[in-house]
C-alpha cells in the first residue's frame, strides 16, 4: 500500500509543480477533448494539426517583443490562428484550391515563419519551449487563461450543441433550415483556435493538437453516440494526463511527450479491442457490421 502511494499519489500530494502540471492538464482535458470530436466527426483532423502549427507566428512575435510572458504570447497565438483560419477559407472559397490544401499551405508557411522569429532572439532551449511546451512550468497566471478558455469552451458547446451536431451530419440542411449554418462553423473554429491557444501553454504548439485529436479518435472505437463519445474521450484525455505526468516523475522524461504518448497507448489499444475495433468487427457476423 505504501509503494502504491509512493508511485501514484506522492507525485502529486507533495510537490506543487505537480499539482499544477496536473490541474492544467485536466482543465485542457474537458475543454479540448470534445473539441476535438466535433474535429473527428467533421472529417477536419488535419485542419486541426494544420491550426495548431499556424498559433506559432504569432506566438513566436510575442515572446521576440515581451520574452516568456503569457498574456503576449497568446494574444499573439489568437490572432495568428484566426488569420490563418479565415485566409484559408478564403482562398478555398475564392479560387480553385480546396480547403485541406490552402491550410497546409498556410500551416507550413506558418511553422517556418514562426520558427524563424524565434529563432531571432531566442536560443534552442526557448524554441523548445514554444514548440513543446512546459506543462511542468505552469503558473497561476497561465492556470487561470486555461480555466478561462475552458469555461468559454464549455458555455459555447452548451449553447451550440445540436447545430454543431447536426452540421456533423449533414451541413447543406443545417443551412438550408436554419441561418446557424455559417456562424456555428466559424464559431466552432474560434473554439478550435482557443483550445489549441490554452494547450500550447502547456503541450507547446507542435503537441497540443494530440490531447485533443487522440482521446477523440480513441473514443471513436467504443461508441457512435457524441454524447458518449465526447465524455469518454474527456475520461481518456484526463487519465492520459496522469499517467503522463506519473511516467515523466518517476522515470525523468519529458511530461508532453508522455501525455500524448500515454494517449497514443489508449489509441492502440482501442483499435484492437474497441467494441467497434478491429476484433469486434472480424468477431461479428457480415451482415451486422456498421461503418
Same mark, same amino acid.
Given at each position: 500500500m505504501d509503494m502504491l502511494y509512493q508511485?501514484?499519489?506522492a507525485p502529486f500530494a507533495e510537490f506543487g509543480f505537480m499539482q499544477r502540471a496536473l490541474l492544467g492538464s485536466l482543465l485542457?482535458?474537458?475543454?479540448?477533448?470534445?473539441?476535438?470530436v466535433f474535429l473527428m466527426l467533421r472529417r477536419m483532423s488535419l485542419a486541426g494539426d494544420a491550426m495548431a502549427h499556424a498559433i506559432l507566428p504569432g506566438a513566436a512575435v510575442g515572446f521576440l517583443l515581451f520574452g516568456l510572458? @503569457?498574456?503576449?504570447?497568446?494574444?499573439?497565438g489568437l490572432i495568428a490562428g484566426i488569420v490563418v483560419?479565415?485566409?484559408a477559407g478564403a482562398v478555398s472559397r475564392l479560387t480553385v484550391q480546396r480547403e485541406d490544401a490552402s491550410m497546409a499551405a498556410f500551416y507550413l508557411i506558418s511553422l517556418a515563419l514562426g520558427v524563424l522569429i524565434v529563432s531571432l532572439r531566442g536560443s534552442s532551449v526557448d524554441l523548445m519551449h514554444v514548440l513543446f511546451g512546459t506543462v511542468l512550468a505552469l503558473?497561476?497566471? $497561465?492556470?487561470g487563461l486555461i480555466g478561462l478558455i475552458t469555461a468559454i469552451t464549455l458555455i459555447?458547446?452548451?449553447?451550440?450543441?445540436r447545430a454543431l451536431v447536426a452540421e456533423c451530419l449533414d451541413p447543406l440542411f443545417l443551412r438550408s433550415v436554419s441561418r446557424l449554418g455559417s456562424p456555428v462553423h466559424f464559431v466552432f473554429l474560434a473554439l478550435v483556435v482557443l483550445n489549441l491557444v490554452g494547450g500550447?501553454?502547456?503541450?507547446?504548439?507542435?503537441?497540443?493538437?494530440?490531447?485533443?485529436?487522440?482521446?477523440a479518435a480513441a473514443a471513436r472505437f467504443w461508441t457512435v453516440r457524441v454524447e458518449p463519445m465526447c465524455l469518454? $474521450? @474527456? $475520461? @481518456?484525455?484526463a487519465a492520459s494526463c496522469v499517467a503522463g505526468l506519473l511516467l515523466s516523475y518517476h522515470a525523468s522524461l519529458s511530461s508532453g511527450p508522455s501525455i500524448i504518448l500515454s494517449a497514443g497507448v489508449v489509441y492502440a489499444v482501442s483499435i484492437v479491442a474497441g467494441t467497434r475495433g478491429i476484433v469486434a468487427t472480424r468477431l461479428r457476423p457480415a451482415s451486422h457490421r456498421t461503418a
Open positions: 508511485w501514484l499519489i485542457l482535458s474537458v475543454s479540448s477533448c470534445p473539441v476535438g510572458e @503569457i498574456v503576449p504570447m497568446t494574444i499573439g483560419a479565415l485566409g503558473n497561476d497566471e $497561465a492556470l459555447g458547446l452548451s449553447i451550440f450543441w500550447f501553454q502547456a503541450l507547446g504548439t507542435l503537441l497540443s493538437v494530440g490531447l485533443m485529436m487522440l482521446p469518454l $474521450a @474527456i $475520461a @481518456i484525455g
